[in-house]
């Protein structure tokens, strides 16, 4: 078959429900769950072999065969599923999915369970396979003898549905850079800036009489050059992008020699320009990149 007709929804018209779900992945097009809350796992309360499921929605791509289209599944209330008794010697995995029973297809049921598929003991266990029309939510590390199951032995592995629905126009997240915290994918988002962290340097000290610039040197960072000799700056090639800049210190009597590496060209108001030196003891100054490979050294420079 080509063309799945009649069309959804036609008036008077006969559906298939395999049509209905066809419909229904062209809005749900992968296996997921609908709201990041959906179908959580968590420990018991008190803890013990057991688990519970949160309510939600989820999405269920059929693989049993092609073209079963998406089943939506609804759980109203929290669910506890209780877990086989561990194993005395081995750890083992267990996996905690949702999974659609369709008769149309293979077997005699037509339903949606949420079950814990029990894993293999062994000395490095490994999670069951997923069944056919499941949703993997979580995996779960029972340990050797254990009684009681935790979070912190519980994987979440619930991946979010996609939409076919186009977004254009809209934020699908906010995510907090350097010197940021805050950022969501949903609801009212808020970024804070850390004024300390966005404005204080973090020191590299040197106490050699050479020493080459590294990517890590750039922005926030102040360079201190300490030794009674003379040192030489070099400023290293193709680390640096436009509008970059490092700074430098020196602490100690030898003075400060810049120049650029092979391919790099530096220029000042020093009394030669390409290679300007530090004035004196606790003079500073400034490299900034303008221009691929270009560096302006400002400061208290000769």
């Given at each position: 078959m080509t063309v799945r007709t009649p069309p959804s929804w036609l008036q008077n018209g006969s559906h298939p429900a395999e049509?209905?779900?066809?419909?229904?992945?062209?809005?749900?097009?992968?296996?997921?769950?609908?709201?990041s809350a959906s179908l959580a796992v968590t420990q018991n309360t008190p803890p013990g072999l057991s688990v519970v499921v949160a309510s939600g929605w989820a999405a269920i791509v059929g693989t049993t065969q092609a073209n079963m289209g998406t089943y939506?599944?609804?759980?109203?209330?929290?669910?506890?599923?209780?877990?086989?008794?561990?194993d005395p010697t081995n750890p083992?995995?267990?996996?905690?999915?949702?999974?659609?029973?369709d008769a149309y297809y293979t077997g005699s049921l037509n339903n949606v369970v949420i079950q814990a598929v029990a894993g293999t003991p062994a000395g490095?266990?490994?999670?069951?396979?997923?069944?056919?029309?499941?949703?993997?939510?979580?995996?779960v590390a029972?340990?050797?003898?254990?009684?009681?199951?935790?979070?912190?032995?519980?994987?979440?592995?619930?991946?979010?549905?996609?939409?076919?629905i186009p977004e254009s126009g809209d934020i699908s997240a906010v995510n907090a850079g350097t010197g940021l915290s805050g950022g969501g994918s949903?609801?009212?988002?808020?970024?804070?800036?850390?004024y300390k962290a966005?404005?204080?340097?973090?020191?590299?000290?040197?106490?050699?009489?050479?020493?080459?610039?590294?990517?890590?040197?750039?922005?926030?960072?102040?360079?201190?050059?300490?030794?009674?000799?003379?040192?030489?700056?070099?400023?290293?090639?193709?680390?640096?992008?436009?509008?970059?800049?490092?700074?430098?210190?020196q602490l100690g009597a030898g003075q400060v020699t810049f120049q650029g590496d092979t391919g790099v060209t530096v220029v000042s108001?020093?009394?030669?320009?390409?290679?300007?030196?530090l004035r004196a003891q606790y003079s500073t100054a400034t490299a900034i990149c303008t221009a691929s490979n270009t560096w302006l050294v400002v400061g208290d420079i000769s």
């Open positions: 049509n209905d779900r066809l419909t229904t992945q062209a809005l749900w097009a992968t296996t997921g769950i609908i709201n939506v599944t609804y759980n109203d209330a929290s669910v506890v599923l209780s877990l086989n008794t561990a083992r995995i267990d996996l905690i999915c949702a999974t659609v029973n490095s266990p490994v999670a069951p396979s997923l069944p056919a029309n499941s949703i993997s939510l979580a995996t029972v340990g050797a003898g254990a009684t009681a199951i935790t979070n912190a032995n519980i994987t979440d592995t619930r991946v979010l549905v996609t939409t076919n949903s609801g009212s988002v808020t970024l804070s800036l850390d966005a404005t204080t340097l973090t020191v590299n000290a040197q106490t050699g009489t050479t020493y080459t610039t590294v990517a890590a040197d750039a922005s926030a960072k102040l360079v201190t050059l300490t030794n009674a000799s003379a040192i030489t700056v070099t400023i290293a090639a193709g680390l640096y992008a436009i509008g970059e800049q490092i700074n430098f210190a108001t020093g009394a030669t320009a390409a290679t300007p030196k």
